[in-house]
């Protein structure tokens, strides 16, 4: 689902361009290039040098935001697989209404954790559920 971006998260990534931007200036002051992005460059200005100077650092640029992109993905996903703690039962609590929150709370921060989807009808919908258990609990 397309997600727009808060105007935080706009100015974060101006910056963070910035930034880019600014390595790639240092790299080519110290002499730095690389190649590939060079000869990408080269190809797609028609012979003029002037040109191929500007699509080198625009491409070096785009090439280090897909290296922190990729590198984001690695991170979130070795996030995502670290080893759990195995998950308790209903003999671990005091009571089943303990249980019940228990499990509800874990859900809910497992559901938080994996979704960008808006959050409020599973809250009501856990807190319905917790009520019934309680009243459930509280007739037997």
């Known amino acids: ?27 080519l002051a110290q002499g730095k290039r690389r190649e590939g992005i060079w000869a990408k ?13 500007s699509l080198y650092i625009k491409y070096h640029v785009q090439a280090l935001k897909d290296e922190l992109n990729i590198q984001n993905v690695i991170n979130q996903q070795a996030t995502h697989n670290e080893p759990k703690e195995p998950r308790k039962t209903q003999s671990d609590y005091d009571s089943y209404e303990d249980y019940i929150k228990a499990t509800i709370v874990e859900n809910t921060q497992n559901f938080e954790s994996t979704s960008s989807e808006p959050k409020l009808g599973l809250s009501i919908i856990l807190t319905l559920i917790l009520i019934l258990a309680i009243s459930f609990l509280g007739k037997g």
Do not use: P
Request: hydrophobic fraction near 30%; avoid cysteine; charged fraction near 30%.
């Open 1 to 27: 689902m397309f997600k727009l971006k808060s105007s935080a998260e706009r100015s974060e990534e101006r910056l963070l361009e910035e930034k880019l931007y600014e390595q790639v200036a240092q790299d």
């Open 41 to 53: 460059a080269l190809a797609n200005s028609n012979g003029s040098e002037s040109q191929a100077q």
